[in-house]
C-alpha cells in the first residue's frame, strides 16, 4: 500500500523567505503527485500536480515542487513566503490507475508579518 | 467557489443520533469521494462512488453508509453518532482520480 510522509509538522518563517517542504512516498510504480492548501477555515485547494514529463512543475501562486524519482520525493518550494500563505499543505499521491489517492498528514506553515 | 457543493456547513447534533451530509460533484465529474479530517487523525479517505458505484472503500466505520444518486449527488449518513465523530466532513470529485480532486468547503459536524 502507498503511504505519504511530510517531514515537517509545523513550519514557522518570517514574509520573505524561502520554503521547501519535504514530501516522501512509498510505492514501487509509476505515480501522480499533488500538493493541496487548505487556508484558515477552508477547503483542500490543488496548488500543482505531477504526472509525467518535466519533474519541475510550476503550480499556482509562486509555488512549485521537485519530482525526484530516485528520492521518492515530491518536495514543495517557493522563494519567498508571504504573510498569506500561512496555511495547511498536504501532499497527496495516487498510483497511475488513478487507484489508491493517499494524503500525507499534511503540514502547517505559519508566516510571520 | 469550487464547483463542488456540500450541505450543511454546520452540524450540531447529540450523541446517538443519525445525520446525512449531501455533495454535489463539480458539473462533469463522475466520482465523488468523502474524507473526514479530525485534528488527531488528519485527513482520512472514506469511501468513494464513481458513476453510482462505489469502487474504493478507506476507514469507513460500519456506523457509516454512503451512496451515489443516479444525479450524481451523494450522501453520507452517519448514525450513532459518538463525540469522536465530531469533524469536518469532505466531499471531492474528480472527472478520474488521476487528475486531482476537487474539495468542497466541507461540513463540520459537532457531537454533542
Known amino acids: 500500500a502507498q503511504s505519504v510522509s511530510q517531514h515537517n509538522h509545523h513550519v514557522i518563517l518570517s514574509e520573505a523567505a524561502s520554503l521547501e517542504l519535504g514530501c516522501n512516498y512509498s510505492?514501487?510504480?509509476?505515480?501522480?503527485l499533488f500538493w493541496y492548501v487548505q487556508y484558515p477555515g477552508q477547503h483542500l485547494q490543488l496548488l500543482l500536480k505531477?504526472?509525467?514529463?518535466?519533474?519541475l512543475v510550476k503550480g499556482i501562486k509562486g509555488f512549485e515542487a521537485e519530482f525526484i524519482k530516485s528520492k521518492f520525493s515530491f518536495n514543495l518550494r517557493k522563494p519567498s513566503v508571504q504573510w498569506s500563505d500561512t496555511a495547511e499543505y498536504f501532499c497527496?499521491?495516487?498510483?497511475?490507475?488513478?487507484?489508491?489517492?493517499?494524503f500525507g498528514p499534511g503540514t502547517r506553515l505559519s508566516v510571520l508579518p | 467557489d469550487s464547483g463542488v457543493t456540500q450541505t450543511p456547513k454546520h452540524l450540531i447534533t447529540a450523541t446517538g443520533q443519525r445525520v446525512t451530509l449531501r455533495c454535489s460533484p463539480r458539473s462533469g465529474d463522475l466520482s465523488v469521494y468523502w474524507y473526514q479530517q479530525s485534528l488527531d487523525q488528519g485527513l482520512q479517505f472514506l469511501i468513494q462512488?464513481?458513476?453510482?458505484?462505489?469502487?474504493a472503500k478507506g476507514n469507513i466505520l460500519e456506523r457509516f453508509s454512503a451512496q451515489q444518486f443516479p444525479d450524481l449527488h451523494s450522501e453520507l449518513n452517519l448514525s450513532s453518532l459518538e463525540l469522536g465523530d465530531s469533524a469536518l466532513y469532505f466531499c471531492a470529485s474528480s472527472v478520474g482520480s488521476n487528475y486531482g480532486y476537487t474539495f468542497g468547503s466541507g461540513t463540520r459536524l459537532t457531537v454533542v
Open positions: 510505492y514501487g510504480g509509476t505515480v501522480n
Open positions: 462512488y464513481y458513476n453510482g458505484e462505489e469502487r
Open positions: 505531477y504526472f509525467s514529463g518535466d519533474p
Open positions: 497527496a499521491v495516487t498510483d497511475n490507475y488513478g487507484q489508491n489517492f493517499v
